[in-house]
């Protein structure tokens, strides 16, 4: 059994990045994944490489900022940034998709990191538009991917885990929920993946996200006494994707 605790938005903020980073050395965060889109992507490769024990991966990014590619008309609204979640796969084109999404791993691979996996912001790989992109990205770079539906698609020669846990997010984010989360790992035995959004709060994250102050609420669970001694009493393995 390997558990694997993601920390998405890696880059998002600054506070962000910095909350993310304190998760990972106090608490039971091991894993991050970057969003390569962002103007505060180098704030967050310089902390990565200052802590080469935490994984990070690439968060592929459609609903937030604008795209670095040129040229992806699906993909933009008419000030040039990304559709809103709720309106991305009334336009999205696969094919936009795909040069969009290759262009933000080869920013990530230009840092001189090396990515453990790609998962995505708001969990688009996993719309069916989308999830054909990711899988031949997943081949072309030999990287695992998050298992977004829990094997409601097809991931063939793909590398994922066995389960992904997603409950500890928004008004379930409280010590019972992780706790039954970890529980849940432990009593499997499989190859699992907890998602999580822990940070600190900058002014950068209250223009950008609607998901602001509970980022401190997670990182307080995530890092406590409480969390960090029933882990290792149900001698949970951490573990990032590099070894899944």
């Not at 969003?35 to 609903?63: I, Y």
């Not at 090396?114 to 969990?123: F, G």
């Not at 008004?171 to 432990?186: C, F, G, I, R």
């Not at 999580?196 to 950068?204: A, F, Q, R, S």
Request: with cysteine; charged share 25%.
């Amino acid at each position: 059994m390997k558990l694997v605790v993601n920390a998405d938005d890696f880059g998002y903020t600054p506070a962000v990045t910095y909350g993310i980073v304190d998760a990972y050395k106090n608490g039971i965060v091991t894993s991050t994944t970057m969003m390569c889109n962002s103007p505060f992507m180098d704030h967050a490769v310089e902390l990565a490489k200052m802590n080469p024990d935490l994984g990070v991966g690439v968060h592929l990014v459609l609903t937030s900022r604008a795209p670095l590619s040129e040229k992806v008309p699906s993909l933009v609204d008419l000030n040039g940034d990304f559709y809103h979640q709720s309106e991305i796969f009334e336009h999205a084109k696969e094919e936009d998709i795909e040069k969009e999404w290759t262009a933000q791993i080869e920013r990530f691979l230009s840092s001189g990191l090396k990515p453990t996996h790609l998962d995505s912001h708001h969990n688009v790989h996993g719309h069916p538009t989308a999830f054909p992109v990711v899988i031949r990205l997943a081949s072309k770079y030999g990287l695992p991917i998050r298992n977004v539906l829990n094997d409601k698609f097809d991931y063939g020669s793909v590398r994922t885990t066995d389960s992904m846990l997603r409950q500890f997010y928004g008004e379930k984010v409280s010590y019972e929920t992780l706790e039954e989360q970890l529980k849940m790992v432990a009593a499997k035995r499989q190859t699992a993946e907890i998602n999580c959004h822990p940070g600190y709060i900058d002014g950068e994250l209250k223009q950008q996200s609607s998901y602001v102050d509970t980022r401190n609420v997670e990182y307080s669970i995530l890092t406590s006494e409480r969390i960090k001694d029933l882990a290792r009493n149900l001698n949970i393995s951490f573990s990032t994707y590099s070894t899944i």
